[in-house]
């Protein structure tokens, strides 16, 4: 069974193999193999062990069309709304929840949309014209222009 990632670090920067393995619900060997066989960036230790950057983790695992929710909620602290949970009271969401659904940042329960622009053409449902001008990436703590890019 994986090992827990440890919670008392903050920020996380770099991930064991057991860890990574816990957050993409797969074996600490999967993951050995997905380094060395998928492209998975990771660096080695001096005593040889893999560490993986969470971004680059993140990244592999939007690619892959797995969730980051949890991820993405021990790189936060705590968890944030995602879009449509975001746009969710706005009277118009109603005409669009079928939409939603199928849209791929809904269905790899992804927090930044504005990330999946650079990997994966998503439904942009509630979309401005620029992320900058969208509400939902307006109320992202820590979010700036250069991610909307």
């Not at 199928?102 to 992804?110: D, L, M, P």
């Not at 998503?122 to 979309?127: A, E, L, Q, R, T």
Request: one cysteine or more.
């Amino acid at each position: 069974m994986p090992k827990e990632p440890k919670r008392d670090r903050t920020p996380i920067a770099a991930l064991s193999t057991g860890e990574v393995a816990h957050y993409c619900l797969v074996s600490p060997q999967t993951i050995q193999n997905w380094i060395q066989d998928r492209g998975l960036p990771a660096q080695r230790t001096g005593g040889g062990q893999y560490r993986v950057r969470a971004e680059e983790l993140r990244a592999f695992m939007i690619q892959c069309g797995m969730s980051v929710a949890e991820l993405d909620k021990d790189l936060c602290g705590e968890q944030r709304f995602r879009c449509w949970e975001f746009f969710a009271p706005f009277p118009e969401h109603s005409l669009h929840v079928a939409q939603c659904e199928s849209c791929v940042v809904h269905r790899c329960e992804a927090l930044r949309c504005h990330e999946l622009r650079q990997h994966v053409e998503h439904g942009k449902v509630h979309c401005a014209e620029e992320c900058a001008e969208c509400a939902y990436f307006q109320s992202q703590s820590g979010a700036t222009q250069s991610e909307a890019s």
